[in-house]
Structures are given as structure tokens and as C-alpha cells.
């Protein structure tokens, strides 16, 4: 399977806290709810069309436990993400929990390099890293991600905590697709070049 991370980012870098001011408040971040105002059709029909390529989801335990508690309570026949994000399998990278309350849910313990590696083996298609910035910077600078899918709004926080800040390697990416929406939203899709092998970074702890 190919790994593939989806992000939403600010114009500076800000992946934290797009979907409310709640969402996360972690280190006191009071900016969240960034993206909402950008939000149109076109948006929706290519976030849809990517989920449609998942295989699986892939996540750190936060997002996990925030996915597990929402996605569940919402019913609306018409929403374009419910049944698939419900229904696919989910894998959660962390040394804490045993189990999973979302199912199907594998937990994954253990060095995250090498558990998703194994994964990555696998036949399929993508599997997808949503939120989970962390986990995905670290398997993005380790080389095992291989499409970056990033959805750039329009704005500048000032603060809150960055997709990209400090890799612990270089990462090359070519792009090789992209869109503009009606709200100015950017939709950019790239995909590895150059990153070295898994196995090859040592030091990069669980995501707990």
C-alpha cells in the first residue's frame, strides 16, 4: 500500500485546531476553527474523491480518540465521509492504549517506523494519515510516506503548531497536482522523491 497524509495548513504553517476553536487547545491555542470560512463544493468533492482511494486510516492516538468520539454521532445520510470513515479499518500508532472503541481498530505498538512499514508491505491502495501531524511528520521525514496531500487556507494564525517545523531529515517532494477553489483555497498534491528507505532512521519515538 502506498502511505498517503492529508493536512490542512495556514498560509505560515499552522496544521492545529482547523475544524473549531475546541478542536485542539493544546499549549493555550486559541486560533482554531481556521478553515471552516473556506469551505465550499469543490473542497468537499476532492476531499471525498481522496478518501475514495483509502484502504485504511492511519492515526496517532489523539486524533484517533477525537475521530472515535465524533465520527460515530453523525447521522446524516447525505454526508460524502460518514460511512466510508465509519467503516474503514483503522490503524493507531501508540504504546497506551490495548484496544480501539472505533471499529475495526488494530492498535499498533511498538516503533512506528518499522509497524507501519510492515503495513506498507501490504497489497492495497493508500493507506490514509488524516490530522495526526506529528505521527506524519516524523513517517514523512523517515521516507515512508509517498503522497502528500496539503490544503492550503488562506490565512495566517501567528501561532499554533506547524506540519513542517524541523524535520529530522531532508524531504523531497515533486508536485504533481493542483487546484484553487472559489474561496481560495489551495489544493496541492505531491509525491516523494528522494527520501531515504524505512529502517534507516533511528530515534523516532511512539506517538502516545
Avoid: C
Amino acid at each position: 500500500m502506498k502511505i498517503a497524509l492529508t493536512e490542512f495548513v495556514t498560509l505560515d504553517g499552522v496544521s492545529q485546531g482547523p475544524g473549531s476553536p475546541t478542536e485542539d487547545t493544546s499549549d493555550d491555542f486559541t486560533r482554531g476553527g481556521w478553515l471552516v470560512p473556506y469551505l465550499d463544493k469543490l473542497f468537499v468533492r476532492r476531499a471525498s474523491d481522496w478518501l475514495g482511494l483509502a484502504d485504511g486510516l492511519l492515526l496517532g492516538r489523539r486524533t484517533y480518540e477525537a475521530f472515535a468520539r465524533d465520527w460515530p454521532q453523525i447521522t446524516d445520510p447525505n454526508d460524502p465521509f460518514t460511512e466510508r470513515m465509519n467503516s474503514l479499518p483503522k490503524y493507531v500508532v501508540t504504546n497506551t492504549l490495548t484496544e480501539g472503541s472505533w471499529h475495526p481498530t488494530t492498535v499498533l505498538h511498538g516503533d512506528p517506523i518499522q509497524t507501519v512499514g510492515k503495513l506498507k508491505a501490504q497489497p492495497g491502495r493508500e493507506l490514509q494519515i488524516h490530522g495526526s501531524a506529528r505521527l506524519g511528520k516524523a513517517l514523512l521525514s523517515a521516507g515512508v510516506v509517498d503522497t502528500l496531500r496539503l490544503v492550503v487556507a488562506p490565512t495566517v494564525t501567528g501561532s499554533g503548531r506547524r506540519l513542517l517545523d524541523h524535520p529530522s531529515a531532508p524531504v523531497g517532494l515533486r508536485l504533481i497536482r493542483h487546484e484553487v477553489t472559489t474561496t481560495g483555497l489551495l489544493l496541492l498534491e505531491y509525491e516523494r522523491v528522494g527520501a531515504g528507505r524505512v529502517g534507516e532512521y533511528e530515534g523516532v519515538t511512539a506517538f502516545v
